[in-house]
């Protein structure tokens, strides 16, 4: 079992994936939504499985062992007991529930086998077939890829089968877990109840709720700390349940909850008021306190000086730089992929190393994470690239790589943005130099042109920057490597304002910065940095642009328009080039520009009113 094959899968609540592992190294993991098109999706990761199977020219009968991410039985008791005990309220959507949770949680096995015949039927897949902890997964994701050899592990999210927040230790190749909070107290519910209260969706509105808060001031935090959650000195919490509907409701917020911060749920689509941004900024000011108490909790629980993250919450990077800020821990690293996306790649490790007698000796990567920079999806060679381009009947350029280079920087520099579809696709949530968007950070005007006439969303939202690692001491502070957009740092040049914050399209325009495109109206950016080893080719576009402009930073957006997946295969990006206001597209050797007329959008019309 030394070098087997083993590939992990999360599914069934939101952002199925798979991941294959051999011997403890991160081969290859992709996401299902990328190839189905459904932003989150939940499914069966099929196209997945076979992604990651066709990357290392593997046949399925190859597989040592299949892992799925958690215990059904376990949530199913969680569901149970939660109605029981709020007997008889409820009653009607337990009935809905049940049905469906006999046919598709409680018989998972047969269902997860049943799936993996269809993929291979000439497999035994049973005595292959092994099932994972939620919150182990998260945990074996986030330590055993981790550049240390020993560390603190906190996993964060709204519930796994019954934990919703761990404190755990890693070292060597072993991770146990030594605390838990249970459902129904959860910090990822509390940040979701305030998420669908400001009328985003639960399990992919958080990081607008996070991208609202520099807007808005913290003047709910005393309510919501003195009413709402209770934080102690140890690092627990727990819910006021009078202002939840979460365990037996149809909706996350109760009435109390709404006669507390001044009225009903937002509308979603409907106007955003100040008021929504400030119920933000203070939601956000709570989960900062728990995230540094919980993290002085797993320092003083563990010892250790370097802390490992995972779980849904450990994607809010402003909690993460609280923490990181607070000092409490000498290094921090978090899963780039650290939702429930994730937990696939964490099952098949925690697989590797704890279900086996005596363990496995771990796998470390010299120095840094073993996650590849997370580039671990499919990657499209020049000549497949360059049939789809022909199929579609594109107009393109082949370019030698100094000429891509230049071409990209010129156009950047001139104000114009490029589509980025280069090398394999990324794991996780962000878009990290493999499926990106473009642009020059220096106008004022650029995320406001990002936002409504190429991404098709809010004008409030934030725009990341990228920067050569090098570089990033010069422009931002602490300036650290965050390769994954995982923490904020201060912009450097950064003019506060001396208004207070607000949620207008002056203060919009008003921000005074040397990359108003990435800044936030607290001075704060959400970092990526490039070393050449991980992304030569985007390390050098960056030194491109530097030398032709003076700027060494760029604004990096996934490649995707609202309610869409980032891009996986060259027909999307093409489509989202001529459905936008791209105006070029660097896809792999090629160069592909707007054409005047276009005549190929309509041919792409159709799918964008589907999607």
């Not at 404190?167 to 519910?189: C, K, M, N």
Request: glycine share 8%.
């Amino acid at each position: 079992m030394k070098d087997a094959w083993i590939l992990g899968i999360s599914a069934y609540f939101h952002d199925s994936a798979a991941a294959r592992t051999r011997g403890g190294e991160v081969v290859a993991a992709a996401q299902e939504e990328r190839f189905t098109r459904r932003k989150h999706d939940p499914g069966f990761p099929s196209n997945a499985i076979a992604s990651c199977l066709e990357q290392a020219g593997i046949k399925p009968a190859e597989l040592s062992a299949v892992v799925f991410y958690e215990k059904p039985f376990l949530k199913f008791d969680r569901l149970i007991e939660t109605f029981l005990l709020k007997a008889p309220r409820g009653r009607g959507r337990f009935s809905q529930a049940m049905p469906v949770w006999f046919r598709e949680k409680l018989l998972l096995k047969q269902e997860l086998l049943r799936r993996l015949r269809a993929i291979d039927a000439s497999v035994d897949w049973r005595p292959r077939l092994f099932f994972s902890q939620h919150h182990l997964s998260h945990a074996a994701s986030a330590f055993y890829p981790s550049p240390f050899e020993s560390a603190a592990i906190l996993t964060l999210d709204g519930v796994g089968e019954w934990s919703t927040t761990t404190i755990g230790h890693g070292q060597g190749a072993d991770v146990r877990l030594l605390a838990e909070i249970r459902f129904p107290h959860s910090l990822g519910l509390l940040y979701s109840a305030f998420t669908t209260y400001c009328g985003f969706r639960v399990n992919s509105g958080e990081y607008k709720l996070m991208g609202l808060a520099p807007y808005g001031r913290p003047r709910y935090r005393g309510q919501i700390l003195d009413r709402v959650v209770t934080l102690r000195g140890d690092g627990s919490f727990r819910l006021n349940l009078e202002f939840f509907d979460f365990e037996v409701g149809d909706r996350m917020t109760s009435p109390a909850f709404h006669r507390l911060f001044g009225g009903e749920p937002r509308v979603p689509e409907s106007s955003l008021e100040q008021r929504h941004a400030d119920l933000a900024a203070s939601v956000q000011a709570v989960l900062n306190e728990a995230v540094v108490r919980l993290g002085r909790a797993a320092r003083e629980r563990t010892g250790e000086s370097c802390l490992v993250m995972a779980g849904g919450v450990a994607l809010n990077c402003v909690a993460n730089s609280a923490l990181r800020d607070a000092r409490v821990f000498d290094r921090i690293w978090v899963q780039p992929a650290a939702g429930d996306a994730g937990g696939a790649l964490g099952a098949a490790l925690a697989f590797h190393y704890l279900d086996k007698p005596g363990g496995a000796r771990r796998t470390m990567s010299g120095g840094g994470d073993s996650m590849r920079a997370a580039y671990l999806g499919p990657e499209w060679p020049d000549a497949a690239i360059a049939r789809e381009l022909d199929r579609l009947g594109a107009v393109y350029e082949r370019l030698g790589r100094e000429q891509l280079l230049e071409r990209t920087a010129s156009a950047l520099a001139a104000g114009q943005v490029a589509g980025w579809f280069q090398g394999r696709m990324e794991f996780g949530p962000r878009a990290l130099g493999g499926r990106s968007i473009l642009a020059d950070p220096r106008s004022p005007e650029m995320q406001s042109e990002l936002n409504l006439r190429i991404k098709f969303r809010e004008s409030f939202r934030p725009f990341a920057p990228v920067v050569r690692i090098e570089d990033a001491p010069a422009c931002f502070s602490p300036g650290e490597p965050s390769p994954y957009m995982l923490f904020v740092d201060r912009v450097l040049g950064f003019e506060p304002s001396e208004s207070e914050p607000a949620l207008t399209p002056a203060a919009l325009r008003g921000v005074r910065s040397p990359f108003p495109a990435v800044t936030h109206l607290d001075g704060s950016a959400r970092l990526q940095t490039v070393a050449r080893e991980d992304n030569p080719l985007l390390w050098e576009l960056l030194g491109a642009f530097k030398r032709l402009t003076g700027c060494a930073v760029l604004v990096n957006t996934s490649f995707n328009v609202r309610g869409e997946p980032i891009v996986c295969r060259p027909e999307e990006a093409l489509r989202c080039l001529l459905t936008t206001r791209i105006h070029a597209l660097a896809i792999g050797a090629f160069w592909v520009e707007k054409p005047q007329p276009e005549p190929l959008a309509s041919r792409f019309s159709a799918a964008v009113a589907d999607d």
